[in-house]
Nanobody
Framework: QVQLVESGGGLAQAGGSLRLSCAAS????????MGWFRQAPGKERAFVAG???????DYADSVKGRFTISRDNAKNTVYLQMSSLKPEDTAVYYC?????????????????WGQGTQVTVSS
């Protein structure tokens, strides 16, 4: 049974920083791609960042240069460091694991999801 548990969400001011964590269990973590997605009220879930097995990364244009995805295979954990936060970053953030080794943008390429963590950025 694969489980993903996110933590680190909360309230931040515009221009501030937060770091999200996602601890994975039930799958050999180091073999697989991981992704972060977010869903704002009234909007569809959207890709934020992905990291592949070999550490290659991909980012949505809206977060490029502000967010950094990383992974610690020894801890079975993926991180999302968020800096220069904007009110439009407010959303529920989800981590997901792929059955492939790649960092992929489409949500259909991920087969397990965390429960989500709320990030709220005030202006």
């Amino acid at each position: 049974q694969v489980q993903l548990v996110e933590s680190g969400g909360g309230l931040a001011q515009a221009g501030g920083s937060l770091r999200l964590s996602c601890a994975a269990s039930g799958r050999t973590f180091s073999w697989y791609g991981m992704g972060w997605f977010r869903q704002a009220p009234g909007k569809e879930r959207a890709f934020v960042a992905g990291i592949g097995r070999i550490g290659n990364t991909d980012y949505a244009d809206s977060v490029k240069g502000r967010f950094t995805i990383s992974r610690d295979n020894a801890k079975n954990t993926v991180y999302l460091q968020m800096s220069s936060l904007k009110p439009e970053d407010t959303a529920v953030y989800y981590c997901a694991i792929s059955p492939t080794s790649s960092a992929l943008r489409g949500s259909a390429y991920y087969d397990y999801w965390g429960q989500g963590t709320q990030v709220t950025v005030s202006s």
